[in-house]
């Protein structure tokens, strides 16, 4: 897994995240801790999970502070 400052990526994905724009709700956190790890660093694992749920968990960050792109010639299966 590639890893820079606050963007982090596998094969298929790129997730990225904004701390100035997080809420700190940790509902990351709590609903998906293999990948949104509270004191590891890097916190964001994308081994933790499959894409899909990964994918489905930055949809429902509050503030947008999770975002994501497919890889470019990558389809998520
Ligand atoms: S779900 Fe979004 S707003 Fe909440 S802690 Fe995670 S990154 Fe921050």
Redesign the pocket.
Known sequence: MKTTANVFSNDEITVT???C?????????R?LSNV?RQSIIPWIDLDGASTKKIIK??N???????KYHINSNKEVA
Request: aromatic content about 8%.
């Open positions: 995240y904004q701390p724009v997080c809420v700190n709700a940790e509902r990351c956190a609903e949104f968990q930055v429902k960050c509050p503030s947008g502070a999770l």
